[in-house]
């Protein structure tokens, strides 16, 4: 497989359920993003992995847990959440973050997205 | 703080009529200004970077601009595949969002056979 891949293509869950979205990347890039898509409102980025290492938060609500335990793969642990969570979660990957590159580096691979629901 | 506006908000066009999709952006030292495009149901898919004012870029019948405020993808002669939603980003030299990426609301175009 090539590009980045995420999986569940669609979710529903109810407020009470856990449930995780899984990414991965084939594209030996450094850095990797969770960003959330809603209707009418432009990407909101969540959180950022450099070298497996978090190295943003954009004062993301605590019922997301990212975890990343490689270079390669990427989660996004959910529990807890609310109706207004429902939302498009899409993950990407770049050769490096753009604190360490040079502009070209920061084009970034997106992943088909998770289409949540929560009930 | 970082601000990216996105006009039209939808676009609907006959097969080869010839239009212009404006970015207009406000940021702190701009690195660079991205495209992408987005297909219902998939993710953004990267078409340019621009990094100064009066670089351009093409690709097939899409052309990109920069000036010191604002973009345009410029489409030619479109036909229905190009149809998609697209999406302006800009990456600031310092601060900016997390990752330097301020994206647009974006432009739904439509192109009618």
């Known amino acids: 497989e090539t590009g980045v891949t995420q999986t569940p293509r669609h979710l529903v869950m109810g407020m009470t359920n856990k449930k995780s979205l899984k990414c991965e990347q084939h594209?030996?890039?450094?850095?990797m993003y969770w960003y959330k898509q809603s209707a009418k409102k432009p990407l909101e980025l969540m959180f950022v992995y450099n070298f497996k290492e978090q190295t943003e938060n954009n004062s993301v609500p605590s019922r997301f847990s990212p975890e990343c335990p490689n270079s390669s793969h990427l989660f996004l642990h959910l529990h807890t959440l609310q109706p207004e969570d429902s939302a498009l979660y899409l993950c990407?990957?770049?050769?490096?973050?753009?604190?360490?590159?040079?502009?070209?580096?920061?084009?970034?691979?997106f992943g088909a997205g998770s289409r949540l629901t929560v009930l | 703080e970082d601000q990216v506006t996105q006009s039209p908000e939808a676009l609907r066009l006959q097969e080869g009529e010839s239009s212009s999709l404006n970015c207009s952006y406000t940021v702190s030292g701009l690195r660079g200004l991205f495209w992408y495009r987005q297909d219902p149901g998939k993710g953004p898919e990267f078409l340019f970077t621009?990094?100064?004012a009066g670089e351009e870029k093409e690709k097939e019948r899409l052309k990109a601009t920069l000036t010191k405020k604002e973009s345009f993808l410029h489409i030619t002669a479109p036909k229905p595949e190009d149809s998609a939603t697209y999406l302006c980003a800009v990456q600031a030299g310092r601060g900016g969002g997390a990752d330097g990426l301020t994206f647009g609301k974006g432009t739904h175009l439509i192109i009618q056979p």
């Open positions: 621009l990094y100064s």
């Open positions: 594209l030996g890039h450094n850095a």
């Open positions: 990407a990957s770049s050769q490096e973050n753009w604190r360490q590159g040079p502009s070209g580096a920061n084009v970034l691979t």
